[in-house]
């Protein structure tokens, strides 16, 4: 049986093995030779590259996949594996009436119409295929799924599925798919090698990688097709900030996504966008000031799941959110506009002890509630802020202790009916009197990239002008959320388009 990981260079096929090898002696004398021409070479065996591997397999396709990892599987390792779909066989099996265009129409709606058409359709139209693939072939969701979504904008219908094993669970399908095609040495992986850059003829067509094993030997993977999908660049954290404009304070990412393949494609011609419509996700408490880092704990925002006893305000003290507002993405939109993209939660002794639990485990890191009571008591833990007046507190949280004073006040007289609220906030269960005060600092975190790859409507890599580069195609998280779902964060929306559009290259666009 081939092997899935390793911790050194990988080559599952003893005669391809040999070609390459041949290759990598020469390339100490920098004479590096050209291996055989696949029909498809696949740069990165994640979520995108697995499926696109299987598939193009299925159609009798000779495949060579390059991964950098000494293992596959690329962010399916992390992920927790929610996928949205519609028309799938098991939302019919529950009766839930669904299809491609209201998944389609949803996006759009919830990205106020940023998200790129012909992507999204090209998504929507492909998820339920994947999807019935995976449950056909031993993906099991949780029972009672699939749902609307709760951590992001909810969906019109219930579309949004996943397993308790997250991203492992599929996974495990596309290994067991994709070993008859190793076994009957139709598909090569190349592990623990790097894709650097790639081959162009004359004319500018995209014939080849040049791919480095991990004893620095480079070789010349030659392809009739080449298919990037390699990720985003979220463990790039300049890269983040050049394309995306916007702070990155967490690194909960795959260390090889770095964003080569945007770097590959650019240098050949292709380009970016999608970047302009970065949107972070809300809640993150920070474990220290060094860019990027770890999550500590999460504040439980979301009003449907937890109304809000506090006030949220920026760094001049001011409220900025209607915070019963019924919106993950309006908690998100607004936090996008602060600058550094952080927030103050701030409430007093009588919310604290009465409201129920505001702060959580961290994204893979548990939080229980004495682990907040000594956050505050220490008095030195990052972003937890406790103090006997407001002004105080303002001091060290390092908010604009008038300006604060000014809202708190307002909020009180809202709260009390002497005023309205001008923000609209009907949910205002107690005033913010009763001292101690507390504040706690609130960061943005990502974890998926928003500029991608420019293709067109085949997934073929594009110039600035429209033209494509022939032989050069792109799927995953390379082509950027700021295509696939505009300015938003919309539920699976990473995942499923990953698979789909990997399993549409293999089954139908790359040609041998
Ligand atoms: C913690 C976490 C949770 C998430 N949860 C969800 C979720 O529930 N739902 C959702 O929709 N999205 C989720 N996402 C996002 C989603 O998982 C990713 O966007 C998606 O898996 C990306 O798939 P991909 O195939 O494009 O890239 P990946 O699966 O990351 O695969 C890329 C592969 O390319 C390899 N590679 C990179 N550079 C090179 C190179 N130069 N040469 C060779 N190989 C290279 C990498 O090693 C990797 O194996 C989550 C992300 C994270 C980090």
Same mark, same amino acid.
């Given at each position: ?80 594996? +929610? ?7 098991? +939302? ?7 299809? $491609?265009?209201? %998944? ?21 139209? *492909?998820?339920? $295929? ?14 009672? %799924? ?30 067991? +798919? ?8 139709? #598909? ?12 162009? /003829? ?28 390699? &990720?985003?660049?979220?463990? /790039? ?13 967490? *690194? ?55 109304? $809000? ?29 602060? $600058? ?37 008591? /220490? ?15 303002? *001091? ?18 809202? +709260? ?74 919309? &539920?699976?929306?990473? #995942? ?10 293999? /089954? ?5």
């Amino acid at each position: 049986m081939a092997k899935f990981s390793t911790g050194k260079r990988a080559f599952l096929k003893g005669s391809v093995a040999a070609g390459l090898l041949a290759g990598a002696a020469r390339a100490a004398d920098g004479k590096t030779t050209d291996s055989k021409t696949y029909d498809v070479v696949i740069v990165g065996a994640g979520n995108s590259g697995l499926p696109a591997a299987i598939f193009a397999a299925q159609r009798g396709l000779s495949v060579m996949v390059i991964e950098a990892a000494g293992q596959i599987g690329g962010t399916l390792h992390l992920s927790s594996g +929610q996928m949205s779909a519609a028309g799938t066989k098991l +939302q019919k099996t529950k009766g839930i009436d669904d299809a $491609p265009q209201i %998944h389609y129409d949803d996006i759009m709606r919830i990205s106020k119409g940023t998200a790129d058409p012909v992507l999204l359709k090209l998504a929507t139209d *492909n998820a339920a $295929p994947v999807f019935d693939w995976l449950t056909e072939h031993g993906l099991t969701v949780y029972p009672q %799924h699939p749902v609307t979504g709760t951590t992001h904008e909810p969906y019109s219908r219930a579309r949004y599925a996943w397993a308790k094993e997250g991203g492992r669970a599929i996974l495990k399908v596309l290994e067991e +798919q994709l070993q008859p095609h190793l076994d009957s040495g139709l #598909v090569t992986l190349m592990l623990a090698s790097e894709a650097k850059e790639l081959i162009t /003829n004359g004319d500018g067509d995209v014939i080849g990688v040049v791919a480095e094993d991990d004893d620095k030997v480079s070789h010349r993977v030659m392809g009739k097709n080449v298919v990037l999908t390699s &990720g985003g660049y979220m463990f /790039n954290p300049e890269m983040f900030e050049e394309m995306e404009k916007a702070p990155l304070h967490t *690194n909960i990412t795959y260390p090889y996504c770095y964003g080569a393949g945007l770097t590959m494609a650019v240098a050949v011609g292709g380009y970016v966008r999608g970047g302009e419509n970065h949107t972070p996700l809300f809640g993150a408490i920070l474990v220290d000031a060094d860019r990027p880092t770890q999550m500590r704990a999460t504040a439980r925002h979301f009003p449907g799941d937890r109304p $809000p006893w506090e006030i949220i305000v920026d760094a001049s003290g001011k409220r900025y959110l209607r915070e019963d507002i019924l919106s993950h993405d309006a908690y998100e939109q607004s936090l996008a506009k602060q $600058p550094d993209e952080k927030c103050w939660m701030v409430y007093d002794a009588e919310i604290k002890a009465k409201a129920p639990r505001l702060i959580g485990g961290g994204f893979g890191s548990p939080w229980t509630p004495e682990d907040t009571e000594e956050a505050f008591e /220490n008095g030195d833990v990052p972003y937890f802020y406790k103090a006997d007046s407001l002004a105080e507190l303002a *001091n060290l949280a390092g908010v604009d202790a008038k300006g604060l004073a000014e809202t708190v006040a307002a909020y009180n007289d809202a +709260q009390s009916g002497k005023t309205k609220d001008p923000l609209g906030r009907e949910f205002m269960p107690l005033p913010i009197a009763k001292g101690p005060f507390y504040a706690v600092q609130i960061n943005s975190w990502a974890l998926t990239s928003y500029a991608g790859v420019a293709v067109d409507g085949e997934l073929c890599v594009i110039r600035q002008d429209g033209s494509p580069i022939k032989g050069l195609y792109a799927a995953g998280e390379l082509l950027g959320m700021g295509q696939m779902m505009g300015n938003a964060v919309c &539920g699976g929306m990473s #995942v499923t388009p990953a698979l789909s559009l990997g399993r549409l290259l293999g /089954n139908s666009i790359l040609k041998a």
